[in-house]
């Protein structure tokens, strides 16, 4: 699989503060997807980028597909405590189906 | 609402002990995966269905074998466990290759 490699890899803020993480690759890829993983359970699909430079928000998420197709970054305003969690970015390129994963940052946030 | 469900959440099987994970979807998504992550560690893909034709990655251990009876359903079978086998596996499916891959919440074997 292709190599992502997502920054930072851990991160412990305080509520209300802002979030930014990102991944970065040495391949084009033609999609990117975020994912937020809680314990004992599947990752759930923040959002979905089809498009290079396609800058997207899902409530307080915000993300956006490089136009050099080779990175991503994810940002969370306004943190609050239920925000606590892994966050894996994904992608996949032209020839193949599996997601390549980024190693995931885990998101820590004190009242 | 529509979901990938995996079933059981919580398997224990015995070393050796043949176990069948199993996967069902409401999306009716052309593609189903299974995928194994370990501790601390990102989701790898062990194969795919691309409606019934299967797609094994080059890395995926004789040991892991899968089935797609239809659409909806598909089975993760573990011939043999090993310890080294304990993980949470992950279904999950897309129309086609991205759109709207969607994970199910997984079932964590256990090996004894």
């Known amino acids: 699989g292709q190599q992502l490699n997502q920054s930072p890899q851990s991160m412990f803020i305080q509520e209300g503060e802002d979030v930014s993480m990102n991944c970065t690759s040495s391949s084009i890829f033609n999609t990117w997807l975020w994912y937020k993983q809680d314990p004992g359970e599947g990752p759930v699909l923040l959002i979905a980028l089809y498009k290079a430079g396609e800058l997207t928000s899902n409530g307080r998420l915000t993300a956006q597909f490089g136009i050099t197709r080779k990175d991503s970054f994810l940002n969370i305003s306004a943190s609050i405590p239920s925000d606590v969690g892994i966050y894996f970015c994904?992608?996949?390129?032209?020839?193949?189906?599996?997601?390549?994963f980024g190693k995931g940052t885990s998101l820590l946030v004190t009242p | 609402d529509a979901m990938v469900i995996q079933n059981p959440r919580y398997q224990v099987t015995q070393f050796g002990k043949p176990v069948t994970l199993s996967c069902s979807q409401t999306l009716n998504h052309n593609v189903m995966y299974w995928y194994q992550q370990k501790s601390s560690q990102a989701p790898k893909l062990l194969f795919h269905y691309y409606d019934k034709d299967f797609n094994n990655e080059a890395d995926t251990p004789d040991n892991f074998q899968s089935r797609r009876p239809n659409t909806s359903f598909c089975f993760l079978d573990i011939r043999s466990p090993g310890l080294g086998d304990a993980a949470m596996y992950l279904c999950?499916?897309?129309?086609?290759?991205?759109?709207?891959?969607?994970f199910g919440s997984g079932t964590r074997l256990t090996v004894v």
């Open positions: 999950a499916t897309s129309m086609d290759r991205v759109w709207g891959y969607t």
């Open positions: 994904a992608g996949t390129v032209l020839s193949g189906y599996a997601l390549n």
